[in-house]
């Protein structure tokens, strides 16, 4: 099950960042890549992904693997130094890193934009201007892939905490053609091991 990534005072990151850095990307994220694959066929330029919060990097390294350029955006350095460090050299040209607080980051144009459990550690109103962003940003025809807390996430309601319900997330996405959805929700564990009431939303959509 995908676990819980839960607000923590800094020190703990860099435990979180060991713990997930050999762990394979998010299924959304892989979704998002096989779609552009099946679109584009052999040959095509490499295409451009925002990773927002990206951690150690599972989903980057993913795309990296793929033949994609990445920009990572994390607002501690040492995801960055996780994600570069576990980089294989054949794909570091091809990564930017950037050490960038997500509520005020302009994002640039891009294919694809993933948030993989980041956006719940901004405000409500931040979490909502990240996502317009992105909707402005997105080329057409490009993607969002998101890994969501809902509502009925054991941090709902926890102070600097957003969990969105499906419904609310729905709107927030208005401008897409939702092409995957699902609703996760169960008892599970954080990445660090503590017991955690899981809700997630799953979901990769197209820009129209």
Known sequence: MPEARSPVPDEHWPAYYAVTVGRPAWGTTIDAAERFAAADGPGAPPRLAVDLGCGAGRDSRELLSRGWRVLAVDLEASAIDALEAATPEQDRERLQGLVADLAGFEVPAC???????????LSEDDYTAVLRRVTAALRPGGRFAGLLYGDRDESAGEPGVTCLSPGAVRGLLADYEIESWFEREEDGRTALGDPHHVHLIEVVARRR
């Not at 294919?111 to 550690?121: H, P």
């Open 111 to 121: 294919d694809l934009a993933i948030a993989s459990v980041s956006l719940q550690l």
